[in-house]
């Protein structure tokens, strides 16, 4: 969404405010220059002055550069605009002096002051308004300069003249400001338009990002369904033989006699019927129907928490994991998304207790019913995530792993999938001590 046509022109008034320091710094540096450099023109028209307009100019360029130096303060950049004008008179005062003290209106000086009208016009950013009441003073200075010239006005129709002349150049200098001011104004809000679309763009090129690990998850995930759903058929078979195997040989006399025997059976059911739970856990974290609503189903927290725990396995190995669970953990929502969650957070806190090489690694799991909701944390006590780097770590693509070991999208999803839910998923951590995520999951009605 574009800025408010409101926050744009404050916006545009506080760029305005910079770019016109600027410019009054260079313009003012400038206006002294040729102030100074102006003795030449004295030199040529009016050499017996050459002096006296000296000191003039040396003093106007002095209160220019006090003017200037204000800029360096607070005050100064809060009032640049009003100091800006008020040095802008100097030089016009100055010519109009000059056109005073020496022959009236009959004096060239006159083209100084419209040359000065325009320059502010075209070279300074400064409002219509501000423009048109600059060139208005300059009509006064020089009908004032012109009047009470000590010879008074000799040539009536040459003053007229020239003041209207003076007047026109005062009017169009504010028009050209004008339309200078609207385009500048334009140009402005063009260039805000475009950064809102860059920053949609940048957040589209995020989603697109984003929907794209989705994809390539949910894909690999249909993939390891398929397999596991064919496993599933294909492993249930022989392992229910030997499964009815193992029943047989355990009510044998010689297995009942034998508690070494007994145990081995024992140690071998228990096997297969590990391999029945790993391949179930596959199928339900990876398969699901088509059509089939995905936050809608109920199911057990708990058995949730199992599925992870063996699908996560290979990773947890050597850390302890406990858990503290009510005794109603029945949940709605999409329970093949919330073991990958914990998947994932129980994959990332191995991965750094195993790398920082902390003494009895461990995961505490606990959740608790608020409101009708059912809120988990995962806690562990590793590394912990810097204090600059807890802000970012559901950053799409954002990863403290080394190259090779992670996009950086498996926290970026999860965040998605418990909002899915309508909770929040957020991170707590103490530096070198623990680090733990939560999130909430609704209650099954």
Not at 206 to 211: G, H, R
Not at 237 to 258: G, H, T, Y
């Given at each position: ?72 303060t607070e005050t100064g950049k809060r009032h640049v605009q009003v100091i800006t004008f008020v040095w802008l008179l100097l030089p016009q005062a100055m010519i109009s002096w000059m056109i005073y003290a020496t022959q009236g209106e009959q004096s060239l ?335 099954a009605e």
């Amino acid at each position: 969404m574009t800025t408010s046509l409101a926050g744009l022109q404050s916006n545009y008034r506080e760029e305005l405010r910079d770019y016109r320091l600027l410019c009054s710094k260079a313009g003012g540096l400038t206006v002294i220059v040729l102030v100074l450099m102006g003795v030449a023109l004295d030199y040529v028209v009016y050499p017996a002055e050459q002096a006296r307009f000296a000191i003039v100019r040396l003093l106007t360029s002095a209160i220019i550069g006090l003017a200037l130096l204000s800029f360096y303060t607070e005050t100064g950049k809060r009032h640049v605009q009003v100091i800006t004008f008020v040095w802008l008179l100097l030089p016009q005062a100055m010519i109009s002096w000059m056109i005073y003290a020496t022959q009236g209106e009959q004096s060239l000086f006159y083209a100084g002051l419209m040359l000065t009208i325009f320059a502010v016009g075209i070279l300074f950013p400064a409002g219509y308004w501000q423009t048109l009441a600059f060139g208005l003073a300059t009509v006064g200075f020089y009908y004032i300069a012109c009047v009470v010239h000590p010879g008074g006005i000799q040539n009536s129709s040459k003053f007229l003249f020239q003041l209207i002349l003076i007047f026109f150049c005062a009017l169009a200098s504010s028009i050209y400001t004008y339309f200078n001011e609207k385009g500048r104004f334009q140009l402005f809000r063009l260039k805000d338009e475009v950064a809102h679309k860059n920053d949609q763009l940048a957040r589209t090129n995020e989603s697109l990002a984003q929907i794209k690990g989705q994809l390539l998850q949910q894909e690999k995930m249909a993939a390891i369904g398929t397999l596991s759903a064919g496993l599933l058929h294909e492993v249930n078979n022989p392992v229910n033989f030997c499964l009815m195997a193992i029943e047989i040989a355990m009510e044998e006399p010689q297995a009942k006699d034998s508690p070494s025997l007994m145990e081995c059976l024992m140690d071998v059911k228990q096997g297969m019927q590990r391999i029945q739970h790993i391949v179930s856990d596959l199928k339900t974290f990876a398969y699901r129907k088509p059509g089939a609503a995905a936050d809608d189903v109920p199911f057990l927290f708990e058995k949730a928490l199992d599925s992870s725990i063996r699908l996560s396995a290979h990773e947890l190995r050597g850390v302890s994991v406990t858990r503290e669970l009510p005794g109603d953990t029945l949940v709605l929502g999409d329970e093949a998304a919330i073991i990958g969650v914990l998947i994932n957070l129980f994959s990332n806190a191995a991965l750094a207790m195993h790398k920082a090489g902390t003494v009895s690694p461990r995961v505490h799991v606990t959740a608790q019913w608020h409101d009708d909701r059912l809120h988990v944390n995962v806690r562990d006590n590793g590394p912990g995530i810097a204090a600059e780097n807890l802000a970012r770590v559901f950053e799409p693509f954002f990863t403290t792993r080394e190259v090779g070991q992670g996009l950086g999208l498996g926290l970026s999803i999860s965040y998605a999938v418990v909002e899915r839910h309508g909770g929040t998923l957020f991170a707590e951590s103490q530096l070198g001590e623990w680090t733990a995520f939560n999130f909430d999951l609704p209650r099954a009605e």
